[in-house]
């Protein structure tokens, strides 16, 4: 079965960093793979798809790249309501998420 | 624009069925799958089941044995049992909507609308 992992988790950041998570598959999943952001209390939000494309109306900041098991979300110039966890999710095989990453305050 | 709201019973007690309806508003259903998700508490997400405009379903084999995802589509609204609940099934249940498209190296699958989710909670 396939497995998901993300890192770091937590990660502290400042406004106005460049922040990179990385998100790992056990095995070969094309560019299947989500990334949605959580914020406590509100349901996930789509910020990128098939590894690369930008949701519609999510900022430009946010972009993703990777393919086969190894996959990066980049938000440049963290802005104050970017803290949040991400995940990311694949939709390969089955539906399967990643166990998430923390963005705090440093 | 579609928007999905989740309601049921906020409260289920152990060994009963726990059972959730999703009402999507502001376009059809057809065409699309549609799916329930979880959180429970400081954990993270866990793909249930979905279910496609015409009725046909598929699950989470962890989940398989007791869970049913059905659709009504004359009311736009698809429906969430697991049975023989615990207290590990206590958490946010949301239902969400597939957004799948096909282009030269296969289909693609993603979340693209949910709903606000619904705390469910397995105590006697």
């Known amino acids: 079965d396939n497995q998901m992992t993300q890192s770091p988790s937590p990660l502290s950041a400042s406004v106005g960093d460049r922040v990179t998570i990385t998100c790992r598959a056990s095995?070969?999943?094309?560019?299947?793979l989500n990334w949605y952001q959580k914020k406590p209390g509100q349901a996930p939000k789509l910020l990128i798809h098939?590894?690369?494309s930008l949701q519609s109306g999510v900022p430009s900041r946010f972009s993703g790249s990777g393919s086969g098991t190894d996959f990066t979300l980049t938000i440049d110039s963290l802005q104050p309501e970017d803290f949040a966890t991400y995940y990311c999710?694949?939709?390969?095989?089955?539906?399967?998420f990643g166990p998430g990453t923390k963005v705090d305050i440093k | 624009q579609v928007q999905l709201q989740e309601s049921g019973p906020g409260l289920v007690k152990p060994s009963e069925t726990l059972s959730l309806t999703c009402t999507v508003s502001g376009g059809s259903m057809s065409n699309y799958y549609w799916s329930w998700l979880r959180q429970p508490a400081g954990k993270g997400l866990e793909w249930i089941g979905r279910t496609y405009s015409s009725g046909n379903a598929n699950y989470n084999p962890s989940l398989e044995s007791r869970v049913t995802v059905s659709t009504d589509t004359s009311k736009n609204q698809f429906s969430l049992k697991l049975t023989s609940v615990t207290a590990a099934d206590t958490g946010v249940y949301y239902c969400a909507r597939h957004r799948g498209y096909y282009d030269t190296s296969g289909y693609y699958d993603s979340f693209d609308i949910w709903g606000q989710g619904t705390m469910v909670t397995v105590s006697s």
């Open positions: 098939s590894a690369s």
């Open positions: 999710q694949e939709s390969y095989d089955t539906t399967l």
């Open positions: 095995q070969n999943i094309g560019r299947h």
